[in-house]
């Protein structure tokens, strides 16, 4: 649990990181929105290093860590495009969420 908590909070700043210059923000230089991405995506990995390390020490293969964090990364994605960037969420996203739970699902069937 505490792999999937710290995996959730690092795609919210890796999300916020690569996509919050998008609303409003083209007005700024594109190297202090380069800085202040690379900044957030600091927080970003000092979350997703020991949340791999937690994960794998538990027992998850490197496999199953990555597939877990694309979906993962997927939900956050999705919540941040609708409420944050105001993008409405089609019947492709939602396939594309069911393709990426269904290698979620063949990596952890027999675990």
């Known amino acids: ?25 083209a007005h700024k230089p594109l190297m202090l929105v380069i800085l202040i991405s690379w900044a957030i995506a600091f927080v970003e990995y000092c979350l997703a290093v020991p949340a791999n390390r937690i994960g794998y020490q538990a027992g998850w293969s490197a496999g199953q860590l990555k597939v877990a964090q ?18 409405p969420l089609h019947w492709r996203h939602l ?3 069911g393709c990426i739970m269904a290698a979620v699902a063949f990596l952890f069937v027999g675990r």
């Open 70 to 87: 694309e979906a993962i990364a997927l939900i956050v994605f999705g919540v941040f495009m609708v409420l944050v960037l105001g993008e």
């Open 95 to 97: 396939a594309a969420f």
């Open 1 to 25: 649990m505490q792999t999937l908590l710290l995996l959730t909070l690092s795609n919210v700043f890796m999300t916020t990181a690569w996509y919050w210059h998008l609303k409003g923000g």
